[in-house]
Nanobody, 119 residues
Framework: QVRLVESGGGLVQPGGSLRLSCVAS????????MGWHRQAPGKQRELVAQ???????NYVDSVKDRFTISRDGAKNTVYLQMNRLETEDTAVYYC?????????????WGQGTQVTVSS
């Protein structure tokens, strides 16, 4: 019953910015972690950034100092502000949430949003 909907992807030139949003809805007893993963063609999916309920954040080294993850707990929404984008950032970005449902921890994924960085 949990659904994650991403938005904000698109085409941007190198050095530009995008802001991704992910809204979680459904039966959620408690939200533990929300984050963003990405997968480029021919590559494995990797963690980009995540934020815990307590506000602790983690980033993959390649995006540190360029990306910022934030959340609105009341709305079960997570954002990813991406600045100084590079061609290497091109990928499908997926929202992920670890939630408690009826006392069980489950992981849910959104459908993904395409980010393309190109001239």
């Amino acid at each position: 019953q949990v659904r994650l909907v991403e938005s904000g992807g698109g085409l941007v030139q190198p050095g530009g910015s995008l802001r991704l949003s992910c809204v979680a809805s459904g039966s959620i007893d408690s939200m533990f972690v929300m984050g963003w993963h990405r997968q480029a063609p021919g590559k494995q999916r990797e963690l980009v950034a995540q934020i815990t309920r307590g506000g602790s954040t983690n980033y993959v080294d390649s995006v540190k100092d360029r990306f910022t993850i934030s959340r609105d707990g009341a709305k079960n929404t997570v954002y990813l502000q991406m600045n100084r984008l590079e061609t290497e950032d091109t990928a499908v970005y997926y929202c992920n949430a670890r939630v408690v449902q009826s006392g069980v921890i489950n992981s849910h994924w959104g459908q993904g949003t395409q980010v393309t960085v190109s001239s």
